[in-house]
């Protein structure tokens, strides 16, 4: 009886509070978004990315990825700037998303392994790849068109990021070595859209409706990001041969 009472009951309190403060400020930065407008989200979606951020190290402790870390730093910053002077802090704001898309991408480095592709991308994957291509390259047409020309500069940084980002997650997913690779194209997408419907939203065409879909998307992109990450154990390149070919 006295060993059924050595359970580590700070452990599961911990994580019970972060969970709880998580979920709270998940749904109240939804609720904001729809009723307040995003002003109010400088209140709000900070503390979902914080504890987000401490779900992290709590569940890796030592083994947490720094640049993961930095990551979650980086998009905290670009957060906090975009709901409090998003035209006067564009550059800035542009280029804490870029950190955060490039450390997202080195933090999928492990996952990758030289050589080939297992195989060559299915239809489906050719007709993503197009399509996300020519929704990009739209944008990008109508930002050129439609913001000064001091923004350009961190318009091409942040979209440049962006395809690094995309062509390293697809890539984890197009090999098809880890069982929640559907995860990391979740997350994937929600970080492309989330960036578009940005654009949109501040510089082409604002509505309340976007920015409930910014936050949702945002929110969800790093989350699963973060699964995936935490769950998914690096399979050795040798395993890999000896599984699939």
């Not at 350009?152 to 984890?172: D, R």
Request: aromatic letters at 16%; hydrophobic letters at 55%.
């Amino acid at each position: 009886m006295k060993e059924k009472k050595t359970i580590n009951t700070p452990f599961f309190k911990i994580t019970n509070i972060i969970d709880i403060v998580l979920y709270v400020s998940f749904f109240s930065a939804v609720i904001v978004s729809i009723g307040f407008g995003k002003t109010k989200l400088i209140y709000v979606l900070p503390i979902v990315i914080t504890s987000l951020l401490f779900k992290y190290i709590h569940l890796t402790k030592k083994k947490a990825n720094p640049v993961f870390i930095c990551a979650l730093l980086a998009t905290l910053a670009s957060d906090i700037l975009s709901f409090y002077c998003f035209e006067d802090c564009f550059g800035a704001i542009a280029s804490f998303t870029s950190i955060y898309l490039i450390c997202c991408a080195f933090s999928l480095k492990k996952y990758l392994h030289a050589g080939k592709l297992r195989s060559l991308p299915s239809i489906s994957v050719m007709i993503s790849i197009v399509l996300i291509s020519y929704i990009l390259y739209s944008i990008l047409k109508l930002l050129v068109n439609s913001i000064p020309n001091n923004h350009l500069f961190f318009v091409f940084l942040c979209a440049l990021s962006l395809i690094v980002y995309t062509i390293t997650f697809a890539i984890v997913f197009i090999n098809d070595n880890y069982k929640n690779s559907p995860i990391l194209l979740a997350s994937g997408l929600f970080t492309f859209f989330q960036i578009v419907l940005v654009s949109i939203n501040e510089f082409l065409h604002f509505s309340r409706t976007f920015t409930v879909l910014v936050i949702i998307c945002h929110m969800m992109a790093i989350y699963l990001f973060m699964y995936f990450i935490v769950k998914t154990k690096v399979i050795k390149p040798e395993n890999i041969k000896k599984k699939f070919f």
